[in-house]
């Protein structure tokens, strides 16, 4: 009788990063070595523990035949339709005890693979490696079946030498993954928990002779404008950069004239790193990082980020992203203003950061750590303040910096992300410091800044971010003498973020706050079938923090949000701004290095929304921050007595690689006048007539005062005082806050669930009045509210009167009147659009004449909730009626009630109804970005005050 013993899985649950990887050394590709991309369907079989199986898969001549299939780059969890397991979300948590480095004994691990051919043609002169870009959480790997070795820290680079190893035709790979292990403590990143082989697996020859690892240094100096290469090479030889006749040998510095590599001007120079076995070509670009004068200067200019924070995300594919997927978020970047990224929380696919070298994105590559569920127990047996685990730290920190250090894009190194404060990161940071002093180092963890070149903070509110400005937040001398960025800030979940342009008045008002980013790009939800898109706890796990993952700038489809459209004003690189009395334009560069040669200024002029005239502007080519006024043509004529007001666009003079020729960078609207308000005489009488009382064009319900039709128009709710919204993730707050979360206290307080008693219908001499009483059940606090109606024959207007009572402790989601039609399809208006907007996310509201579909209205929230607002609204047609604003409202439509949207979960919970239901609103309360950062600012704060609005109705059938 024999016993099955089980394999040895002990360095699963070993501290150090691994054993028989080569040294870390920088990625690039090469235009004379061969490689074979060993991507594609790989054999797979899931085990429940890390040493269910035996290692016989690894042997040669292992017959696989049964086993499933997978695609590799991907994650298993994401493939076999739930056969594999499913994904975990978590915020913070380990969904696993924290008891380092030990992980539970069920530890899914997939068994991958590979069979493939050697080309007949593979050079055999020097050697081969084997290189896997991303694993996680943990692998094991053979060739020919002999062990390689294995490693651990997920998003980071790894290769073995393999040339003595491989066969002519016929090799076989095999990679056992486990999904948990000690590396997992150190990978504790705000995003799904996906093993599996999730980035590409590449056969690299390695010819004798050939390249190693070299570092780029290429530094400018802006007094002289004069560039000084030099290139360190492992392996001795030449460079050359033809359009600099530069040909120099390694090692050797040389300085001539250059063109820059800024965000905004990223100028490449090709070059060519030679040795006597290998050519890699190099893409150069000239730039100096530095921290003087107490602020973060590249090319002897202080720089302003409006940066976004970017996970690696794709809907369907997780982690595993292509390179297209990575141009298209590098374009949307672009086309929306942003200047930096932040990689969020580890360093991205190398191709990425090749496309912010060639397209202009300021980077801070962050390191693969973080280990933020060690809050849980106070940072107690923290893994950065252990001296055992600082080599796999350091590891990281060599990974990252080895691999990218050729990139003229990067100007920080951030040593990881919400992972305390220890030894571990102070030995990180000494280390790159040493590697790379030509760049800066970030941790936002760090508040005394003691490891770090700039104090980095994270969601702090608008009031402390003007006293860092000032130099009024205390701290270290150290750090009072430091710059000041938001690494991350306007938390974009759901419906928001608000105070974006709140922010960015105080970043563009004192010079130590350089600039932010917003978190973050990408909702990361996942495509399902009958979910639309899935979240945390949407695949049963047993911990889980819901749609916090799903705070993004763009929708898991990359769509662009309002939140996007927002951002793209807010950090526009020119400010026009306008007096429509004197027909004065004030434009301002506020790039950190550009003229404006590249752009075109047109100007147009609205009546009533719409252009009636338009033409080209005349504006200098200013120099970053230089302003000039430019005058604009006498307003047309036309005749018309409507609202007039001047746009002003700035445009892209010439197709870009990232736009074509046309795109709008900026805008600015100005009044020429006021608006004429909508009036006329009130001469028409309330008629009962039995059961009815007919006002002009309407029917009313004599016993009720509700509103039943005007003219043809059926009303199948009539119009009464609406003061509730489905909350948004921002309304409803993080659950660690306490003391301003509205979303509950709105609930608390009972406005979800108001209840309307009738006072009296009176019809007198010119109007009829209905006098009601709004409040919730189980409080005194309520709102008297007064309806008249009065009418010309032809029109109908509504004037409310609403005055509180009681003791109204907080805000009000929404004040204006809710009411139904029965059919409704295309809507027009004129006001702001063409997107939603509210109190403070309003800035790219632009006013005009709009059209679009109710359905077209709503925001496709991935977690349904209040949306769709268009502000500033002068007039709206839809379902047959007119209505006009005095003053201007908020209007939203929608096919299913505020109920029915608040207690929505997923997009498919929404089924249109037979009624379209209609907010005319005379005020909204604020966003914010509460559901990690700051509330709406107090001047957003929708008060319970007397207020006083009008509404005219006409047909227009």
């Known amino acids: 009788m024999s016993l099955r013993t089980t394999p040895s899985v002990d360095y699963v649950e070993d501290v150090s990063p691994g054993s028989g990887v080569l040294p870390p050394r920088a990625w690039y590709a090469s235009s004379d070595a061969r490689s074979l991309s060993l991507n594609g369907r790989w054999r797979f079989r899931l085990s429940a523990t890390a040493g269910a199986e035996d290692d016989s898969f690894a042997e040669e001549g292992h017959d696989a035949g049964t086993w499933a299939e997978v695609t590799v780059p991907g994650h298993w969890v994401l493939q076999g339709d739930g056969a594999f397991g499913s994904p975990i979300y978590t915020s913070h948590l380990y ?183 290998e050519r890699v070509p190099l893409r150069i670009g000239f730039r100096t990082v530095a921290l003087e004068d107490g602020l973060i200067k590249v090319n002897g200019k202080a720089i302003l980020f409006r940066g976004v924070n970017r996970h690696e995300w794709h809907p369907e594919k997780g982690r595993a992203l292509d390179l297209e997927t990575m141009r298209e978020d590098v374009l949307l970047m672009k086309r929306h203003n942003l200047n930096a990224v932040r990689t969020s929380h580890y360093p991205p696919h190398p191709a990425f950061l090749d496309l912010c070298d ?33 080599p796999a730290l350091l590891d990281r920190a060599a990974r990252m910096v080895e691999r990218d250090k050729n990139h003229p894009s990067i100007v920080f190194w951030s040593l ?146 309002p939140g996007l459209i927002e951002y793209k004003k807010v950090i526009e690189p020119v400010r026009i701004e306008g007096d429509g009395a004197d027909g004065t334009v004030h434009v301002t560069n506020k790039q950190d290095f550009a003229d404006l040669s590249a752009l075109a200024f047109e100007w147009s002029c609205q009546v009533d929304g719409e252009t009636v005239e338009s033409g080209s502007l005349a504006v200098p080519a200013l120099a970053p921050g230089e302003s000039a006024e430019v005058k604009l043509p006498e307003p047309p004529a036309d005749g018309r007595g409507g609202e007039r007001q001047w746009t002003v666009r700035a445009l892209l003079a010439d197709d870009t690689s990232w736009a074509a020729k046309g795109h709008v960078v900026a805008w600015g609207q100005f009044a020429v006048g006021a608006r004429p308000l909508p009036s006329f005489p009130a001469t028409d009488r309330p008629v009962p007539e039995g059961n009815r009382i007919t006002l002009g064009p309407a029917r009313f319900d004599a016993r009720t005062g509700a509103l039943l039709s005007i003219g043809g128009v059926e009303v199948g709710a009539t119009p009464r005082l609406d003061v509730w919204r ?32 009738l006072v009296s219908v009176e019809a007198g001499d010119d109007a009829l009045t209905v006098h009601t009483r709004v409040a919730p059940a189980a409080r005194e606090a309520g709102l008297d509210t007064v309806y008249r109606w009065t009418s010309d024959g032809e029109r109908l207007r509504l004037r409310v009167s ?6 109204w402790t907080v805000p009000l989601p929404r004040l204006g009147v809710r009411f139904g039609l029965p059919q409704a399809d295309v809507v027009e208006w004129f006001g702001g659009g063409p997107g939603e907007a509210y109190p403070d996310t309003a800035t790219a509201s632009m006013v005009g004449r709009w059209r679009s579909t109710v359905d077209g209205l709503q925001t496709p929230y991935v977690r349904p909730q209040e949306n769709g607002a268009r502000a500033d609204v002068r007039w709206v047609e839809l379902g047959g009626l007119r209505v006009e604003g005095e003053p201007e409202f908020w209007f939203t439509a929608r096919r299913w009630t505020t109920e029915q949207l608040d207690a929505a979960r997923h997009r498919t919970d929404l089924t249109a109804g037979d009624t379209v239901w209609v907010n005319l609103d005379h005020g909204l309360h604020g966003i914010g970005s509460q559901s990690c950062g700051p509330g709406p600012l107090p001047q957003y704060f929708l008060k319970a005050e007397p207020a006083e609005f009008s509404f005219v109705f006409s047909t227009t059938r």
């Open 802 to 807: 609403v005055t509180p009572e009681g003791d």
């Open 726 to 757: 489905a909350t948004t993730d921002n309304d409803d707050g993080a659950e660690w806050q306490t003391d301003t979360r509205f979303g509950v206290l709105w609930r608390t307080l009972g406005l979800h669930r108001m209840r309307h008693r």
């Open 416 to 561: 990881g992300n919400e992972a305390g404060t220890g030894r571990g990161l102070t030995a990180m940071a000494e280390w790159i410091h040493g590697r790379d002093p030509e760049r800066l180092v970030h941790y936002e963890g760090d508040w005394n800044c003691r490891d770090t070149d700039v104090y980095s903070r994270m969601y702090a509110f608008h009031d402390e971010v003007e006293k860092i400005g000032r130099q009024l937040d205390g701290g270290t001398r150290k750090r009072r003498e430091l710059p000041f960025i938001q690494c991350e800030y306007a938390h974009a979940m759901g419906n928001g973020p608000g105070g974006l342009a709140d922010y960015q008045e105080l970043f563009e008002t004192y010079d130590r706050l350089q600039g932010g980013f917003v978190w973050e790009w990408i909702d990361h939800g996942v495509r399902h079938a009958e979910l639309g898109y899935a979240y945390g706890g949407d695949f049963g796990e047993e911990l889980h923090d819901g749609n916090f993952v799903c705070d993004g700038l763009v929708f898991p489809d990359r769509t662009p949000s």
């Open 358 to 390: 060639e397209y202009g994105l300021w980077v801070i590559d962050e390191c693969d750590l973080e280990t933020h569920g060690f809050t849980e127990q106070d940072w107690r047996d923290n893994p950065v303040d252990d001296d055992r685990w600082t």
């Open 95 to 277: 969904p696993f005890p924290v008891d380092p480095p030990y992980v539970p004994t069920e530890n899914p691990t997939g068994d991958h693979l590979r069979v493939f051919d050697l080309p007949s043609d593979w050079p055999s002169d020097g050697g081969a490696v084997l290189r896997f870009d991303g694993v996680e959480s943990c692998a094991r790997v053979w060739l020919n079946g002999t062990e390689l070795g294995e490693f651990k820290g997920s998003r980071l680079a790894h290769e073995f030498a393999v040339g003595e190893l491989l066969k002519p035709g016929r090799n076989v790979l095999a990679v056992r993954v486990h999904q948990w292990s000690a590396g997992s403590y150190l990978e504790d990143q705000d995003q799904w928990w996906l093993p599996g082989i999730f980035r590409d697996v590449t056969l690299l020859h390695r010819p004798a002779g050939g390249v190693g690892d070299f570092f780029v240094h290429a530094s400018y100096d802006h007094t002289t404008g004069e560039g000084t290469l030099r290139v360190d090479s492992d392996v001795a030889g030449r460079v050359t950069v033809p359009a600099l006749d530069i040909d120099v040998a390694t090692g050797e510095p040389v300085t001539v004239a250059v063109e820059p590599w800024t965000a905004e001007t990223p100028r490449l120079y090709d070059g060519v790193l030679a040795t006597d076995g």
